[in-house]
C-alpha cells in the first residue's frame, strides 16, 4: 500500500514537472515566433508575420495581443473582414483593450459600415479619450451618418488642440460643405432665388479654399441683394485670400463706405495698404482697434504701420498686446525683433529672432 501510495505521488510529481516544461517550451516559441513576426514586418513581408502570428495564435489562442497584432496586418494589407475578426476576438480576451476596438471601428468605416464604426470608435474613446485616430474616424463618421453639428464640434475641438492637421481641416471642410447643402435644400424650398444661398456657397467654397470660387458666388449675392450688410466684406476678404490684391482693395473700401463700423474690414485693408501708405494703414488699424480693442492682427497692422513710421517703443507695445491674443503667431517674434533692432536691443533682438525659428521648426515638424 504504502509503495503504491509513493508511486502515485511520483507520478503527480513527474506529470507536473512535465507541464511545467512544456508550459516554458511554450512561452519560449511564442518569444521566437514574436521576433520572427516583427522582423518580417520590419522587412515588409508581411504574409510571413501573419504567419508566425497565427502560429502564436495556435500555441496559445488566449493571447490578446497577438489577435490584435494580426489584425493590423490584416487592416494593412486590406484583408479588412479578417482584420475585423482579429480585432473582435482581442476585444472578447480582454475589454480594457483600447487600440484593437479603434481599429475595428476604422476598418468598419473603411467598408462603409458607418454605425458600427461609430459605435467603436465610441467605445474606444470611453477607454482613451485622447485617441486623436480614433477621434477624427469617429467625425468622419459622423459625417457620413449626416449627425454634422456632432460632427463640427468635434473637429472644432481638434483643430483647436492643433490647428495646422491637414486632415482635422479636410474634414472640417467636407462636414461644412454637407451642411451647406442641406441647408441650400431647405432655403431653395422657401426662396428659390434668396442671396443666402449664394453666400451659404460661398462659405462652403471658403471652407474648402477655393477662394476664387467663393468670390464669384459672393458676387452673385451682392447682385441678387445689393443692400445686404457685410456682403462686400466677403467678397474682399475672399478676393484677398485668393491673391486679387487690388480688387480686394476695392471692395474693402466699398464696404467701409456702406458701413463705417465694420472693424474687420477696416484692419483688413489697413493689412494692403501698409506697405504704400503706413499713415494710412495707421489710421485704419487704429479705427478697428477703436472699434473692437481685442483685434490681434490689427494689433500687429498697426504695430508694422509704426515701425514704418520710425516709432518703434509704440510697435513693441502693440506687438506685446498682439502676442497676448494670439499665441501661435509667429510673425509677431519677427516683428519684435525688428522693433528692437531699430532700437539698438540686440539682445532682446536675438532672443525674439530665436522665438520665431523655433516656432517656424515646430509649425513645419509633421505630427
Known amino acids: 500500500m504504502e509503495y503504491r501510495r509513493r508511486r502515485i505521488v511520483f507520478v503527480l510529481i513527474f506529470l507536473s514537472s512535465v507541464q511545467v516544461a512544456a508550459s516554458q517550451n511554450v512561452g519560449d516559441q511564442i518569444q521566437h515566433l514574436y521576433a520572427e513576426a516583427k522582423s518580417a514586418q520590419n522587412e515588409g513581408r508581411a504574409d510571413a508575420a501573419i504567419e508566425k502570428y497565427r502560429a ?9 495581443a497577438a489577435h490584435n497584432n494580426l489584425g493590423r496586418l490584416y487592416y494593412q494589407e486590406g484583408r479588412l473582414d479578417e ?8 476585444c ?4 480594457s483593450l483600447e487600440a484593437p476596438r479603434a481599429q475595428m471601428g476604422l476598418a468598419h468605416f473603411q467598408m462603409g459600415d458607418f454605425a458600427k464604426a461609430s459605435a467603436e470608435l465610441k467605445a474606444a474613446l470611453k477607454l482613451n479619450p485622447v485617441d486623436r485616430n480614433a477621434q477624427l474616424g469617429l467625425a468622419r463618421s459622423l459625417v ?23 486632415e482635422v481641416l479636410y474634414t472640417l471642410a467636407m462636414a461644412h460643405t454637407k451642411l451647406a447643402e442641406s441647408s441650400i435644400a431647405e432655403i431653395a424650398k422657401v426662396d428659390p432665388g434668396s442671396y443666402l444661398i449664394e453666400v451659404i456657397l460661398g462659405k462652403s467654397a471658403e471652407a474648402r479654399r477655393e477662394y476664387s470660387e467663393a468670390a464669384e458666388h459672393y458676387k452673385k449675392a451682392i447682385a441678387r441683394s445689393p443692400n445686404a450688410p457685410g456682403l462686400y466684406y466677403l467678397w474682399a476678404h475672399a478676393l484677398w485670400s485668393a491673391g486679387d490684391i487690388p480688387h480686394a482693395l476695392e471692395q474693402y473700401r466699398r464696404s467701409l463706405e456702406l458701413d463705417p463700423y465694420d472693424y474687420n474690414a477696416s484692419w483688413e485693408a489697413a493689412r494692403i495698404v501698409l506697405p504704400d501708405n503706413p499713415e494710412e494703414a495707421f489710421r485704419l488699424a487704429n479705427r478697428a482697434l477703436e472699434l473692437k480693442p481685442d483685434l490681434s492682427g490689427a494689433f500687429t497692422i498697426r504695430a508694422r504701420a509704426l515701425l514704418s513710421l520710425g516709432k518703434p517703443r509704440e510697435a513693441i507695445e502693440d506687438l506685446k ?3 497676448a491674443l494670439d499665441h501661435q ?3 509677431i517674434h519677427f516683428h519684435l525683433a525688428r522693433a528692437y533692432r531699430q532700437l539698438g536691443l540686440t539682445a532682446e533682438a536675438a532672443n525674439e529672432t530665436a522665438i520665431y525659428d523655433r516656432m517656424q521648426v515646430q509649425a513645419h515638424t509633421p505630427n
Open 329 to 331: 503667431d509667429a510673425t
Open 144 to 166: 457620413e451618418l449626416g449627425k454634422l453639428d456632432d460632427a463640427i464640434r468635434l473637429l472644432d475641438q481638434l483643430k483647436q488642440e492643433q490647428p495646422r492637421d491637414v
Open 56 to 64: 502564436i495564435i495556435a500555441l496559445n489562442p488566449r493571447l490578446a
Open 321 to 323: 498686446r498682439a502676442s
Open 92 to 95: 472578447e480576451l480582454d475589454a
Open 83 to 90: 482584420a475585423i475578426r482579429s480585432f473582435q476576438r482581442a
